[in-house]
């Protein structure tokens, strides 16, 4: 979703927010625009539809410059088009602006203040900066005063950046509800939508609250609260290796995540395990959660169905009843809570805008709440009781993958604890149970030829596809629809086995592909029913079971894990479909159309 960018110092501002930008393009975009101020205080604005290498094309070279802001935008008022593409100037051209989050009191503004003015643009971000314009100009304000008065008039969320072209060496920011760093550094600063922006200049970032306004010069950060309190935060060590930032000899992202997987799963052993081999958590988690008569995991997308499989660990290894939730959906049509709730959040960039508004309401009401987060310091980590992090690495494929499987491993370390301080967990040891599912998928992983040319065989060319499973293997099916359906473009539903014949399995046609995953041994006979009902209409179905379920004619087998542990490794295989599927379809596996990586809009 949107990202900014902005630089002032003595270096090349353009070539620093170009790079910036890049690192921001996995958030997924489909314009993008840089604004840059030459010494001799002019003004230059290169707006371009498509990717930062379009935009690149158009910049020119011969002008050095050392303060300006720059924009990733992903479409919510007005088409993707170089007149939508950010930063937006006021009719003056005196003021520019970057945006990221959603004004919904733009209509009104525009009635209310700036009915004179022709717009040029669809968007509401334009609203803001006319707006910074008519005040500056009708109260004879400086910058700041009618940044400050437009921010007060508006409704929403945002992060902005903001340059006055008679003041070229401050840039002015904001932020509500949607992410935004000052990075520091020797004789330059710098806001940015992510640490990853500007990793490469500063390992040095400062987090900024809702409401909370920041004047930028080459050598002074001035954080300022609405009433005019100065705030002085000290910045945080960002650590981010820019290694994992590379792609090595992988073609794409999703490819190398997926890859990554064993690894990280034998990070976060090691990052929650003790001396004795055992997971053991910070003890204030483990002590709310006792306390509490219910867990409400609250997610979205990927995350989402990492909660489904999280709720059979907390279920079954200790003891809580845990109800799952769409964040979309549960903080507008709250269901009646028990009398001691414990929320987790999860959320592989902690930015999520559905998740935060949740959590928002949950403070208010008191309630305990953990993040289980990728990205340490997000808005999520940060207004929780508790952060777990997930020790993944930067994802930064659209697709999510290595977030998931690294979701269910902290759930699953988190589950034993608490089982283990309520004397259940008997002589279970997950860790070593996970370690010999990080072997399990090296062994799938090594088998990609042949998973390649099952999506070939099975996907490369149709139309629709179903997976269906049932228990902890529909929860598998579910997110294994979403990947294929998200980088591939072929329409996948997720189904629970049984429920298929109760109307859906009117869509068999010949040919349909139907991928059944089978892992546990109470209901393989059900589900193989299943498979023998949408074959006799015609179906092309795949089986992937595992070891100790499989038949002769299964076409792909997984090695035997603990059962509670079973979608770490029946995922995998549904992961490298969906790239290979992508893959041999010819889309951009990574940047998958109309998707975004951190959504921070609701
Ligand atoms: C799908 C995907 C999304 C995210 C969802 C939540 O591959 O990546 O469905 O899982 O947008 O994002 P986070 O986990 O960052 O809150």
Known sequence: MCGIVGYIGNQDAKSILLQGLEKLEYRGYDSSGIFVVDENKNGHLFKEKGRIADLKKIIETDTFCTVGIGHTRWATHGRPSVKNAHPHQAANHQFTLVHNGVIENFLELRETYLSDISLSSDTDTEIIVQLIAYFAEKEQSSTFEAFKKTISKLKGSYALALIDINQPDIIYAAKNKSPLLVGKGESFNAVCSDAMAMIQETNQFVELMDGELVTLTRDEVKIET?????INRAPYTAEINLNDLDLGTYPYYMAKEIDEQPAVLRKIIQAYQNDLGQFQLDKDIITSLKDSDRVYIIACGTSYNAGWAGKHLLENLAHIPTEVHLSSEFGHNMPILTKKPFFIFLSQSGETADSRQVLVKINAMNFPSLTLTNVAGSTLSREADFTLLLHAGPEISVASTKAYTAQITVLAALSEAIARENGIAGDSNMAHELGIVATGMESILSEKTHIEHLATEYLRTSRNAFYIGRGVDYYVVMEAALKLKEVSYVQTEGFAAGELKHGTIALIEENTPVIAIITDKVT????????????????????????????????????????????????????????????HRGNDVDKPRNLAKSVTVE
Request: aromatic share 4%.
């Open 524 to 583: 393989a006979g059900h589900t193989r029913g299943n498979v023998q009902e949408v074959n006799a209409r015609g179906a092309h179905s795949l089986v992937i079971a595992m070891e100790g379920l499989e038949q002769e004619s299964d076409q792909f087998v997984l090695p035997e894990v603990h059962p509670l542990l079973t979608p770490l490794v029946s995922v995998v295989p549904t992961q490298l479909l969906a790239y290979y599927t992508s893959l």
């Open 226 to 230: 609405q009433d005019g309190t100065i």
